[in-house]
C-alpha cells in the first residue's frame, strides 16, 4: 500500500479523489448559479480561492482586498496567513 503524506496529496489514503478536475468546478459553478446570492457567493468563494469551509468561516472583512482580487486566509493545516487571488 502507498504512503501518504498529508501536507499535499491529491488522492486520500483510500485512494479517492480529494478535488475537484476543471469540469467538475464548471458544472459546480454552474449549479451554484441557481442558488440564493449567499449560497452562490459562498460557492464561488470556495471555488477560486480553495479553501475548506472552516477557512471560509475565519475570513475577516480586512483579509479581502477587492482593489486586488486578494483574500488572505488562515489555514488551518499549518495555522498561518495566506494569500491567495490572481497572480
Not at 500500500?1 to 483510500?14: G, H, N, P
Not at 452562490?40 to 480586512?62: I, S
Not at 477587492?66 to 493545516?77: E, G, I, P, R
Request: charged share 35%.
Amino acid at each position: 500500500m502507498a504512503t501518504f503524506v498529508a501536507e499535499m496529496c491529491l488522492f486520500d489514503a483510500e485512494g479517492h479523489r480529494l478535488y475537484l478536475n476543471a469540469d467538475e468546478r464548471q458544472r459546480f459553478l454552474k449549479a451554484a448559479e441557481k442558488m440564493k446570492k449567499a449560497a452562490r457567493m459562498l460557492c464561488h468563494f470556495y471555488c477560486y480561492t480553495g479553501c475548506r469551509r472552516g477557512e471560509a468561516l475565519l475570513v475577516k472583512p480586512r483579509w479581502i482586498d477587492l482593489d486586488k482580487s486578494v483574500v488572505q486566509l488562515q489555514t488551518l493545516k499549518k495555522e498561518r496567513l495566506i494569500k491567495k487571488g490572481k497572480r
